[in-house]
């Protein structure tokens, strides 16, 4: 079983910074992609950023130039740094993990930005 915990959520004024990092823990092998997704309210559960274990990443449009994504293989972490932060960035961040063994998930971090 793996587990992933998210962590750095919050307030923040738009115009501000929060780094998410995202945890795993278990039976972690042959990991193919660590992740962030975003929920608002009412929404689909949508891409934020991605990146592989051979370090390839990819972005949303809407946070390209303002979030960036980096990870601790040492430590099996994944890191998001937000900048920039706009009110529509507002929702619950999940953690996705997808290895050879199955895809899976974190329980969301909230992440809460005033105009």
């Known amino acids: 079983q793996v587990q992933l915990v998210e962590s750095g959520g919050g307030l923040v004024q738009a115009g501000g910074s929060l780094r998410l990092s995202c945890a795993a823990s278990?039976?972690?092998?042959?990991?193919?992609?660590m992740g962030w997704y975003l929920q608002g309210p009412g929404k689909q559960r949508e891409l934020v950023a991605i990146i592989t274990s051979g370090g390839s990443t990819n972005y949303a449009d809407s946070v390209k130039g303002r979030f960036t994504i980096s990870r601790d293989n040492a430590k099996n972490t994944v890191y998001l740094q937000m900048n920039s932060l706009k009110p529509e960035d507002t929702a619950v961040y999940y953690c996705?993990?997808?290895?050879?063994?199955?895809?899976?998930w974190g329980k969301g971090t909230l992440v809460t930005v005033s105009s």
């Open positions: 996705k993990l997808e290895s050879g063994y199955g895809i899976f």
């Open positions: 278990g039976s972690i092998f042959n990991i193919k992609a």
